[in-house]
T-cell receptor
């Protein structure tokens, strides 16, 4: 099956720094990728839709200047948490659509755990 | 996308069938029912999806009522590794393809 990877798997940073998380589709091309955030014991919350070659579409209430998304190729999308603060500590998960697939199944990465001190 | 309602938690004995219900009474005619699961601290995993017919694959069976207002995911022989949060999602396939997760059901398979 299709594989999505994320890097890093976990990161600890100081408050005020920026953190970049990579999401890669390893064996398929993904025109569209999605970024989610999940707090402990909560469900996944969709943050934004990442579109290859164009601007990301953010969900209501998500600050686009704080969560920068770049989807420069059909296999890579990056999420940069700028000026991170402790409240940004969360589990960040990406997913990818199989381009051209009518099934609509999404393949999820293993997640990145961000801890901001 | 239509909203779904699931029980917050369920228990199941190992080796027995696990039947997970989902209510989606406001589902539209062109909305599919998808099931994903999330094992602790991992990304969600696709299980199965359907429109109106019952579906079966190597992981599970999906039973959708005739009026499509509810569905049941069946794991025929639950194992300890099936302990996870199961999410029922309805959405229009081929549109934005984004998934909106509800609260899901925490299935605990007991030895």
């Amino acid at each position: 099956g299709a594989v999505v990877s994320q890097h890093p798997s976990r990161v600890i940073c100081k408050s005020g720094t920026s953190v970049k998380i990579e999401c890669r589709s390893l064996d398929f091309q993904a025109t569209t990728m999605f970024w989610y955030r999940q707090f402990p014991k909560k469900s996944l919350m969709l943050m934004a839709t990442s579109n290859e070659g164009s601007k990301a579409t953010y969900e209501q209430g998500v600050e686009k200047d704080k969560f920068l998304i770049n989807h420069a190729s059909l296999t890579l999308s990056t999420l940069t948490v700028t000026s991170a603060h402790p409240e940004d500590s969360s589990f960040y998960i990406c997913s990818a659509d199989l381009s051209g697939s009518w099934i609509g199944e999404q393949f999820f990465g293993p997640g990145t755990r961000l801890t901001v001190l | 996308d239509a909203k779904t309602t699931q029980p917050p938690s369920m228990d199941c004995a190992e080796g027995r069938a696990a039947n997970l219900p989902c209510n989606h009474s406001t589902i539209s005619g062109n909305e599919y029912v998808y099931w994903y699961r999330q094992i602790h601290s991992q990304g969600p995993q696709y299980i199965i999806h359907g429109l109106k017919n019952n579906e079966t694959n190597e992981m599970a069976s999906l039973i959708i009522t005739e009026d499509r207002k509810s569905s049941t995911l069946i794991l025929p022989h639950a194992t300890l590794r099936d302990t996870a949060v199961y999410y029922c999602i309805v959405r229009v396939t081929g549109a934005t393809n984004k998934l909106i997760f509800g609260t899901g059901t925490l299935l605990a398979v007991q030895p």
